[in-house]
């Protein structure tokens, strides 16, 4: 994907992103989720668009916003039209796109299960389209043992068989075997990072599949963003909202990142089914998760009885049949 800026996405940056290009440069105090959700009610209302915050007659506008964010913050975030040009030059330079909840692009089915809760900015590189293609989530420890690593890369092996896009977190590990798998494949893959877009839009091991289109890397996050423990927490709320079903193949009790998922899932959303590998010596947190409302994955052979089961899980026809 490439192109420029639309200009609501231009309004978004500005407003809730970092913009990260000099490290030593103090930063404005950006719009949280929180105040971003207020302000676009707040621009709905009035049948405005973040764009004509950015319009030379914004003032009157923003003046009425003021009752949700303060005119003087507003100003000082939208004056960053020059760190705004540096970033995206350099994200260009590393072939990184950004959409914004206002662009076509950005995956419809994040906006129907998360509504305002949806990041108002996606960054990403690869084939955009990935994001919108369902598919099958597959979670799991970073320090999972090679033979649980052995039967994640069959799982994805049968998915890019299939034709079943493989939705992951790029984490060492699970997410990592079972996205690797399929793209190796042949098959599809969609990375929800955490941290480190830029680092992992160079990195040799994708440059094949995203020169392929059968990648995509996306991030919530500042590409140059480093790790933090609430974005890992929240980048998997976006793993399972933008498939069609979940594996947990491995998962602690009561901590970590796949449980945390896993439970608010079970908790809170239940968008599809949520399986759980079964086996001789279960992970705690996997006999807990099926204790607690998971489905034990039956173990689909082929390539018809996975689709089959993504689509009894979301009620469609299995993909590809007519």
């Known amino acids: 994907m490439s ?9 978004i940056l500005l407003l809730t992103a970092p913009l990260i290009t000099d490290a030593d440069r103090p930063r404005p105090k950006l719009l949280t989720l929180g105040d971003y959700k207020r302000l676009a009610r707040r621009l709905r209302e009035l049948g405005r668009t973040p764009a004509d915050l950015v319009a030379v007659s914004a003032d009157s506008l923003i003046a009425e916003c003021e009752s949700v964010v303060p005119g003087a913050r507003l100003r000082e975030l939208l004056c960053r039209g020059f760190q705004l040009a540096q970033a995206t030059e350099r994200w260009r330079a590393r072939a990184i796109w950004v959409i914004s909840r206002a662009d076509d692009a950005y995956p419809r089915r994040l906006k129907i299960r998360l509504r305002e809760n949806c990041p108002p900015i996606l960054y990403g590189c690869g084939e955009v389209s990935l994001l919108a293609s369902g598919g099958l989530a597959i979670v799991g420890s970073r320090n999972a043992p090679d033979d649980v690593l052995d039967w994640t890369r069959d799982v994805g092996r049968l998915a890019a068989r299939a034709g079943v896009t493989i939705v992951s977190g790029g984490a060492r590990g699970v997410d990592e075997a079972a996205v690797g798998a399929a793209v190796d494949a042949g098959g599809r893959g969609c990375v929800m990072l955490a941290d480190s877009l830029e680092k992992q839009s160079i990195s040799r091991a994708h440059r094949q599949a995203l020169i392929d289109r059968r990648l995509v890397l996306a991030s919530p996050y500042d590409p140059a963003a480093p790790f933090h423990v609430g974005h890992a927490i929240g980048r998997n709320t976006l793993i399972y909202a933008l498939a069609e079903g979940g594996l947990v193949v491995m998962s602690a009790l009561g901590s970590g990142g796949t449980w945390a998922g896993a439970s608010e899932q079970l908790q ?23 204790r607690t409302g998971g489905i034990a994955w039956p173990d689909p052979e082929s390539e018809v009885e996975l689709r089959s089961l993504l689509a009894a899980g979301t009620g469609k026809p299995p993909i590809g049949s007519v």
């Open 268 to 290: 809170r959303y239940r968008w599809g089914p949520l399986w759980v590998r079964q086996s001789d010596d279960p992970a705690p947190g996997n006999v807990e998760l099926l």
């Open 3 to 11: 192109g420029p800026l639309t200009a609501d996405t231009q309004a």
